[in-house]
């Protein structure tokens, strides 16, 4: 996924009301620019700290700006907006990079499944049936740890999911929980319990289910993003 033009740098004064954050561009110039990014942030920002954004020219637009990538306090690369994710994880489908999940004949987004009515990420077709791919977006890490975690505030939502995923293979049909880690200088990702228990104990019942669990950690930069290689993933 590339930035057309790359991204601007900056450097992040606050991040207030969830989605706005003020910021001071390389140039001195003061924004308040979009914040895309609906968890707690937790360990993924400091005051002070490098911020990457797009710039949007569009008058329709209240914000000039969107945060994309940002400067952790451990010094790593974390993609801010969990917008991303997905784009990510459908450019390495289409790709090839994910051999767990080649040769599908046919890619869609935002299929409703499910008895809860649930949207999964990714329907892929094969010829003997189909997989349903929930993508999550991990930017939580920690100080002098390679290991990242999801999520980084309680999810109600993703435990539905993952109910919804287990539900699926317990009827024999091809389910899978992808955690795209969007944080440099990572080698494994594990739930985070100790933020939501239910979540941890909603992802091991999953797995019990026979719900695949899958990682792939990004390469992240200014210019470009992309999934690269697959992680440890630890229960």
């Not at 939580?140 to 109600?156: I, K, Q």
């Not at 319990?193 to 091991?204: Q, S, T």
């Amino acid at each position: 996924m590339r930035f057309e033009p790359a991204l601007e740098q900056g450097r992040l004064l606050r991040r207030y009301k969830r989605f706005l954050a003020d910021i001071e561009t390389a140039g001195g110039e003061l924004l308040t620019i979009h914040c895309p990014n609906t968890g707690s942030m937790l360990n993924c920002m400091s005051e002070g700290a490098r911020v990457w954004f797009s710039r949007s020219n569009d008058p329709r637009r209240k914000l000039p700006g969107t945060w994309e990538i940002g400067e952790t306090p451990h010094g790593r690369l974390a993609v801010i907006n969990t917008a991303r994710a997905n784009g990510l994880v459908e450019e390495a489908l289409r790709g090839g990079l994910i051999s767990e999940l080649a040769g599908f004949s046919a890619l869609k987004r935002e299929v409703a499944y499910g008895q809860e009515r649930s949207r999964i990420d990714f329907r892929l077709d094969y010829p003997h049936g189909a997989a349903f791919v929930e993508v999550k977006s991990v930017t939580l890490g920690f100080v002098d740890s390679r290991v990242a975690a999801f999520p980084d505030a309680r999810t109600e939502r993703g435990a539905k999911h993952l109910r919804e995923l287990a539900t699926l293979a317990r009827e024999g049909i091809r389910a899978v929980q992808l955690y795209c880690v969007n944080l440099t200088e990572i080698d494994a990702v594990r739930p985070a319990g100790e933020i939501d228990p239910a979540y941890a104990v909603a992802l091991r019942e999953a797995v019990s289910a026979g719900v695949e669990v899958l990682a792939y950690g990004a390469q992240i930069g200014p210019e470009e993003i992309r999934l690269v290689r697959r992680l440890e993933v630890q229960l």
